[in-house]
T-cell receptor, first 113, second 113 residues
Framework: GDSVTQMEGPVTLSEEAFLTINCTYTATGYPSLFWYVQYPGEGLQLLLKATKADDKGSNKGFEATYRKETTSFHLEKGSVQVSDSAVYFCALSGPSNDYKLSFGAGTTVTVRA | NAGVTQTPKFQVLKTGQSMTLQCAQDMNHEYMSWYRQDPGMGLRLIHYSVGAGITDQGEVPNGYNVSRSTTEDFPLRLLSAAPSQTSVYFC????????????FGSGTRLTVV
């Protein structure tokens, strides 16, 4: 079935460092891909998404490009802040079933001042 | 605009007890779903609904029931609580399918002793 695999954490960075979280997927056809973020004590929030190959999603300085050839959707940010400390989830939807969103295990990111 | 409201925020149950987790949304979203979040496992889909009167099973439906009598409400019932159901439960909604992006509630932390 459709699934995503994301890099294990935790990841600890200093402020202004470059962040990359790897995500790869397994799916037949062309799924939609998402990154969600969960701040401490809160529910998840949609960070960005891409619905077709070569699309780039971006939000709050984060970017991810849908790479069909490598089945990847890596999350990047050029200069992290303490406020970016959170758990990040990669997820996919479809194409076999548009009504189910499959999540990765999550990557905990801590940014130190 | 409240978004997705979950109650209660915390609950402790004894093994064998039943209870209902409440979820309500005020965005007129057709799609609603329940996930459970366990450490290292990401989020797993329990049940989902594509509209009033229509529900379907997700990955881990055993021990849970749902109904959708109105567009706004999607309660999750634990029939006979077991320690394996100790988890954080999230309700999420979307205008039509997960491809539109979810709005999550703030979660219910359930402990079964």
């Amino acid at each position: 079935g459709d699934s995503v695999t994301q890099m294990e954490g935790p990841v600890t960075l200093s402020e202004e460092a470059f962040l990359t979280i790897n995500c790869t997927y397994t799916a037949t056809g062309y799924p939609s891909l998402f990154w969600y973020v969960q701040y401490p004590g809160e529910g998840l929030q949609l960070l960005l998404k891409a619905t077709k190959a070569d699309d780039k999603g971006s939000n709050k300085g984060f970017e991810a490009t849908y790479r069909k050839e490598t089945t990847s959707f890596h999350l990047e940010k050029g200069s992290v802040q303490v406020s970016d400390s959170a758990v990040y989830f990669c997820a996919l939807s479809g194409p076999s079933n548009d009504y189910k969103l499959s999540f990765g295990a999550g990557t905990t990111v801590t940014v130190r001042a | 605009n409240a978004g997705v409201t979950q109650t209660p925020k915390f609950q402790v149950l004894k093994t064998g007890q039943s209870m209902t987790l409440q979820c309500a949304q005020d965005m007129n979203h057709e799609y609603m779903s329940w996930y459970r979040q366990d450490p290292g496992m990401g989020l797993r889909l329990i049940h989902y609904s594509v509209g009033a009167g229509i529900t379907d099973q997700g990955e881990v439906p055993n021990g849970y029931n749902v109904s959708r009598s109105t567009t706004e409400d999607f309660p999750l019932r634990l029939l006979s609580a077991a320690p394996s159901q100790t988890s954080v439960y999230f309700c999420a909604s979307s205008p039509r399918t997960p491809n539109y992006g979810y709005t999550f509630g703030s979660g219910t932390r359930l402990t079964v002793v």
